[in-house]
């Protein structure tokens, strides 16, 4: 049986500049046995595009706009990011959702944009520490899946990532439990399986770091990471990929 390979991908946020951003390249070890992505700043995007060219790194972007063009200011378009060499993009990140507030329909629509242009996304969701109090974690991610992702077709789901990031596990210094994570991420793929009949690999998300990471992806249903601000340092990507690729011998 072929496995498929492990994803990591690195989400700098609102960090780095140029000379910063190419000083990480220029010390990043080359995955061999993972899929190595960068969400990188729009200000970066074409430059680390061009310093990766052939190698075994994608770089992409961390939002857009769900229209075409128009006048909105501040705003990135699709096909900017497409222009510029970008090849995903990250959705719905809980960043997005909570602290700018972007509705479920601002989500969908920036889904259905994505889909209907042929390009990648990583769809991220997750429940915040109240509403897993409460025992509404189910309710809340087939909610949030479906309401993005219901019109789509088994094809277009292929152009798909899901990452799950419960937002009580960002940046809190609480730590989710790795069996747990894998049993969400199975009751993601029973959501998407029974409403689509399809799933795509599931990433988690969820303050990921270099002591923890082995943990998480040696689980069955667990595809890979969606790293924050570990990823900043490349010392702590490099022993990323080591632990990944380590886990794939």
Known sequence: ?????????????????????????????EPERLSLKIAAPYTLIAELVDACHGREVEIGAQNMHEAASGAYTGEISLG???????KFVLIG????????????????AKVER?????????????????????????????????????????EQLEKVLIAYEPVWAIGTGK?????????????????????????????YGGSVSVENISDFLRFEHIAGALVGGASLEVSNVNQMIQKIEFLEV
């Open 80 to 86: 900017m990011l497409r222009d510029v060499g970008a």
């Open 93 to 108: 990140h809980s960043e997005r959702r909570h602290l700018f507030k972007e509705s479920e329909e601002e989500i969908q």
């Open 114 to 154: 994505a889909v209907v242009e042929g390009f990648p996304l990583i769809l991220c969701v997750g429940e915040t520490e109240e509403e897993k109090t409460q025992g509404e974690t189910e309710e809340v991610l087939k909610r949030q899946l479906l309401s993005a992702l219901e019109e789509l077709s088994v």
């Open 1 to 29: 049986m072929i496995r498929m390979k492990k994803i990591l991908v690195a989400n700098w946020k609102m960090h780095k500049t140029r000379r910063e951003a190419l000083s990480f390249l220029a010390a990043l070890q």
């Open 175 to 203: 730590n989710a439990i790795p069996s747990d994570v894998n049993n969400t991420h199975r009751s993601i793929r029973d959501i998407l399986f029974q409403s689509l009949g399809a799933a795509p690999p599931i990433l």
